[in-house]
């Protein structure tokens, strides 16, 4: 994966469509990923990682991401909906700047493909997600 996650070397990544690029990274001392896109600044709890893997690896199957600002009503069994729910490990979001909370998958999810744990597909005019094997 470009970069080693850190502030001094982000990681540059593409959200699923490919059609943006990004740095996101790790801030151990804040304990927050700071996610950069153009003058876009947005963050997400660390945990988020492990955590929608995890939900993927339970679910089974293909997941839609369902990418959606924050102020954007979500449809549930999405990805996005998942990552601002009141059942998940967090109980609501896992974004944490107000106003700039949503995106998750858009922004999140990119990084497990990197790591070679997830797999996008498009399917129709949205793009779906799913955990490879362990």
Not at 36 to 54: E, F, I, M, N, R
Request: aromatic share 12%; charged share 30%; hydrophobic share 30%.
């Amino acid at each position: 994966m470009p970069g080693s996650g850190t502030p001094d070397d982000p990681w540059e990544l593409t959200t699923p469509a490919g059609g943006a690029s990004f740095q996101i990274w790790h801030d151990p001392d804040k304990d927050v990923l700071h996610c950069q896109v153009g003058a876009t600044w947005l963050h997400y709890q660390p945990s988020a990682l492990d955590d929608v893997l995890t939900m993927l690896r339970e679910h089974g199957d293909w997941m839609e991401l369902g990418n959606k600002d924050e102020k954007q009503p979500t449809k549930e069994g999405t990805v996005e909906h998942w990552a601002r729910s009141d059942d998940n490990p967090v109980g609501g979001w896992y974004g944490l700047r107000r106003g700039y909370r949503g995106r998750f998958a858009n922004y999140v999810m990119p990084i497990l493909r990197e790591q070679g744990k997830v797999e996008f597909e498009k399917k129709g005019r949205s793009w779906w997600v799913r955990a490879l094997p362990e």
